[in-house]
């Protein structure tokens, strides 16, 4: 259900909230933008049934659940026909190492963040997910060393004063 009405202060100063922490007591969320909490939780709803909140998650550190790898991939297909494109994106959206995945331009087709315990572990992964499937071309893994910043946080802008 498309939102018919655009965001307000209001709406962005909510988001730019939870997005830092969902757990947000919605009190204190009233409280930081100058709302009452029954309005805040409306807005909240609103943005969920609107799918502008797509939905609420924890952020877990890799490294706690012993997923040392983080592996920045490119991935390349054969062609980019429907049939192919649709393939892998369902293929690559089931597997539960695959934390990112974008279809992107320039030459490659897709770039994906996988996440795997071990070096052993990811090789299968490359082998299930790209060695072994017709439809890709080439794959080229980036494996970070550190990780500098991660998370799903968007800079919501202010709204310019009329």
Request: glycine content about 4%; charged content about 20%.
């Given at each position: 259900m498309p939102r018919k009405t655009p965001l307000d202060s209001f709406d962005r100063a909510i988001l730019r909230?939870?997005?830092?922490?969902?757990?947000?007591?919605?009190?204190?969320?009233?409280?930081a933008v100058n709302l009452s909490a029954a309005a805040v939780q409306r807005r909240i709803a609103a943005m969920e049934a609107a799918g502008i909140i797509e939905r609420n998650v924890a952020i877990v550190d890799a490294r706690a659940v012993a997923m040392g790898i983080t592996a920045i991939v490119e991935v390349t297909l054969i062609n980019e026909r429907t049939h192919t494109v649709d393939h892998a994106k369902a293929l690559f959206e089931?597997?539960?190492e695959v934390q990112q995945c974008y279809y992107v331009t320039g030459g490659i087709s897709f770039v994906l963040v996988i996440v795997s315990a071990d070096m052993a572990t990811y090789e299968a992964t490359t082998r299930r997910l790209f060695s072994t499937n017709e439809s890709v071309a080439s794959f080229r893994s980036l494996i970070a060393l550190d990780r500098v910043k991660t998370g799903a946080e968007i800079e919501i802008p202010f709204l310019p004063t009329p």
């Amino acid at each position: 259900m498309p939102r018919k009405t655009p965001l307000d202060s209001f709406d962005r100063a909510i988001l730019r909230i939870v997005q830092r922490d969902a757990k947000t007591p919605q009190r204190q969320i009233a409280e930081a933008v100058n709302l009452s909490a029954a309005a805040v939780q409306r807005r909240i709803a609103a943005m969920e049934a609107a799918g502008i909140i797509e939905r609420n998650v924890a952020i877990v550190d890799a490294r706690a659940v012993a997923m040392g790898i983080t592996a920045i991939v490119e991935v390349t297909l054969i062609n980019e026909r429907t049939h192919t494109v649709d393939h892998a994106k369902a293929l690559f959206e089931a597997a539960p190492e695959v934390q990112q995945c974008y279809y992107v331009t320039g030459g490659i087709s897709f770039v994906l963040v996988i996440v795997s315990a071990d070096m052993a572990t990811y090789e299968a992964t490359t082998r299930r997910l790209f060695s072994t499937n017709e439809s890709v071309a080439s794959f080229r893994s980036l494996i970070a060393l550190d990780r500098v910043k991660t998370g799903a946080e968007i800079e919501i802008p202010f709204l310019p004063t009329p």
